[in-house]
């Protein structure tokens, strides 16, 4: 598949979108707290997205049943909300959130601590979120694809940490998922050249032990194979001939 390069209307829409996933997970991010319910965030999660007139992308994708993926310590992605799952002090929790806006979505992702955590959790989700930001210096037209790539594996792979590799970022516009594949690791390939207008879903998932993940009989939520930690960071990420634009984080840069 093309890759698509949108036009100013499209990028106009897709700023809404991301715009309103920022306060999505602004205001979940404040919400947290031990004692809660990972099925208490997605209640919360989609009743924001769709105060915003917005619909939660992930809700039925491909039978996926919640708005919000929340995934706990040692779950990588796609963790299932629960009612039976309660937050406790010293976990950390990955959201994921997606939204569409007049048929453009948006996709986002933050790892927090709850209450205190352990000083090497600090240090996952701080690099896990400063790898994407190593890519992203990569990430303007002329370059390569998996230039972005081989900046985030590197930097994560300098703390020891394993760059999961069954799972990627990927292109985003009228559908969740567009081309190209965005792998978080290095490759020998340079990947496509990128172009102006490109929207991106760029998103590490860093385990603190090995990379290998698996999945359990859900079906949905994938773990680390050593049920080490993991964190998980994503922006949506709009392409131009200078700086990149990130679409899910306009102002809030001192937030995890
Ligand atoms: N950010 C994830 C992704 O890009 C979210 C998809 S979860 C699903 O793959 F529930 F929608 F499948
Ligand atoms: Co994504």
Known sequence: MPIEIKSAREIELMTEAGRILEIVHNELGKALHPGMSTMDIDRLGEEIIRSYGCIPSFLNYNGYPASICVSVNEEVVHGIPSTKRILKDGDIVSLDAGVIYKGYHS??????????????????????????????KYAREGNHLFDISRAIGTYAESFGYGVVRDLCGHGIGTKLHESPQIPNYVLKRKGVMLKAGMTLAIEPMINMGTWEVKWLDDDWTVVSRDRSLSAHYENTVLITDGEPVLLTLTESEGQA
Do not use: Q, Y
């Open 107 to 136: 996709d986002a992702a933050r790892t927090h601590g709850i209450g205190e955590i352990s000083k090497e959790a600090r240090k996952l989700i701080r690099v896990t979120r400063e790898s994407f930001f190593e890519g992203i």
